[in-house]
């Protein structure tokens, strides 16, 4: 190998060591071929940042030993939580088999854990070192000019991020539309692990995930998260790009803002702050998803926009799109053919796979949430918590006056056709899950009668 990697030319590189990049070097890796993972930041991680949630499906098919990863939490609490001005109303999901699903890892941890269990298996890990370009030789991908040297490889799978400068150098995407994306900005802030697991009411060593609409983030496609680790616990918004460049308001005054309401300061009240980050989200779902091949190379991962905003989804669908990426590849070598023929199969393996069969279920969701933002994210949740604060109130006053009131209050508020948009947005977008689910399931069904 390292004979080779002296020669500059390896089987398959892999640029970006996130959880795309990873798992597709590491499937290879096991796949028997030569891989070289480069990453631009010193270590695996240094530079990615998240929520906080990596879900255990995913992480076992990758890594079968993940639990030996630095786990921070496992998830046991699943909590919704709807914001106004002063009050809120918080919906609670618990599960005791808590290791099931999902738990939290801080990203320098985990990336790094990742990386370490790849170059085990085989994976040359190249970090410090930037992918300035693609070398395209006959309308074929053929290697990478880093800031370093050139390198080269039969395939070259792309999983540098949201922004994807390389899928964008060989037109495989456009530039990034602003209602494509949310910007995200966050703050990890340190409390001790008791204060983390009374203020939300946790056994020991399990986790918290809460998504948080309204309140601040009124009238804009937006929600926030809080999320605890072992000693912080992590706050943050994510916000249509569009919606702050048109309103014109700063991320981080929204976060700010978001941190004073008195949902979210009791929960860090007397903490310190230890890390401020921002970063993109990809958002445009499975209408945005770009041309995913070329001769000789592959994108996987949130360059390749594959990320499922419904459900917080973004690592497994990375991890996922990597290995089937990895996966390609080796068929690739099998039948001695890079081109798009071949590669071509990493899109029907998407298409097979829950990656884009879920990003088709949510196809229009996305897009009608964010016209209808001011009524499902903010009109509705408020009045919830207008509800609770009549239902749970004994103020000597009639309940059938309050509840006049408030009825009464909830149509006129809103106008009849903003109500009725309301209504055939809610028809659509749970119309549209349930005729994507029935074509799912006719497909299915066709196939175990074949
Ligand atoms: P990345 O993780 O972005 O990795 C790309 C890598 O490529 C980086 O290491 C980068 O340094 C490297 N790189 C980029 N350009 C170059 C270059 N030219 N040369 C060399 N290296 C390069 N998903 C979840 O599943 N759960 C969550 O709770 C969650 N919360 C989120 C919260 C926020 C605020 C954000 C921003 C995202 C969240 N996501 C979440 C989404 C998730 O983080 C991403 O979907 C996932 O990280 C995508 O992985 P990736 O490997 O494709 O890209």
């Not at 309103?247 to 978001?258: F, G, H, I």
Request: hydrophobic share 40%; glycine share 8%; aromatic share 10%.
């Amino acid at each position: 190998m390292s004979e080779e990697i002296i020669q500059n030319k390896v089987d398959i590189i892999v640029v970006g060591a996130g959880p795309a990049g990873v798992s597709a070097a590491i499937t290879a890796a096991r796949g028997g071929k030569k891989v070289v993972l480069v990453e631009r930041a010193p270590y695996a991680g240094a530079k990615n940042m998240y929520g906080g949630v990596i879900y255990s499906h995913a992480a076992q098919e990758i890594f079968p030993n993940y639990k030996e990863a630095p786990v921070e939490r496992y998830i046991s609490k699943h909590n919704y939580v709807l914001l106004s001005d002063e009050d809120s109303t918080e919906i609670s999901y618990k599960n005791p088999s808590h290791e099931k699903c999902a738990f939290v890892a801080i990203r320098a941890k985990w990336d790094k854990w990742c990386v370490q269990e790849a170059v085990k298996e085989g994976v040359y890990f190249a970090p410090d070192t930037l992918v300035k370009e693609l070398i395209v030789k006959d309308g074929k991908v053929v290697g990478i000019t880093t800031d370093v040297e050139d390198f080269y490889a039969d395939v070259v799978i792309i999983a540098d991020g949201v922004n994807s400068l390389l899928a964008r150098q060989i037109g495989l995407r456009e530039d990034i539309k602003p209602k494509n994306v949310a910007l995200a900005v966050k703050e990890v802030i340190r409390l001790a692990p008791e204060v983390i697991e009374k203020r939300f009411s946790l056994k020991e060593g399990t986790g918290c995930a809460m998504e948080l609409v309204g309140g601040p983030l009124a009238q804009m496609f937006g929600m926030g998260i809080v999320y605890t680790n072992k000693d912080s616990v992590a706050v943050g918004i994510g916000v249509s790009l569009e919606d702050l460049k048109t309103r014109k308001v700063k991320p981080y005054e929204l976060l700010d803002a978001v941190k004073k309401h008195p949902f979210v300061a009791e929960l860090i009240e007397g903490g310190e702050l230890l890390e401020y980050s921002a970063h993109l989200i990809p958002e445009g779902g499975y209408k945005a998803v770009p041309k995913l091949y070329t001769d000789g190379a592959m994108v996987a991962g949130d360059a390749a926009g594959l990320v499922n905003n419904v459900h917080f989804e973004g690592t497994n669908l990375a991890m996922i799109s990597g290995k089937l990426a990895a996966q390609t590849a080796l068929e690739a070598f099998e039948r001695g053919d890079f081109s798009s023929n071949t590669l071509c199969l990493y899109k029907k393996m998407l298409e097979n796979s829950f990656v884009l069969k879920d990003l088709k279920t949510y196809k229009d969701v996305v897009h009608t949430l964010s016209g209808r933002a001011g009524s499902f994210l903010t009109y509705y949740p408020a009045k919830v918590n207008e509800f609770f604060s009549i239902f749970t109130c004994a103020d000597g006053v009639p309940k059938k006056g309050n509840f006049q009131k408030f009825t009464k209050e909830f149509f006129t508020k809103r106008s009849l056709s903003e109500l009725f948009k309301d209504a055939i947005a809610g028809i659509k977008i749970v119309f549209g899950i349930l005729t994507v689910s029935y074509t799912h399931l006719r497909a299915h069904e066709t196939e175990a009668d074949l």
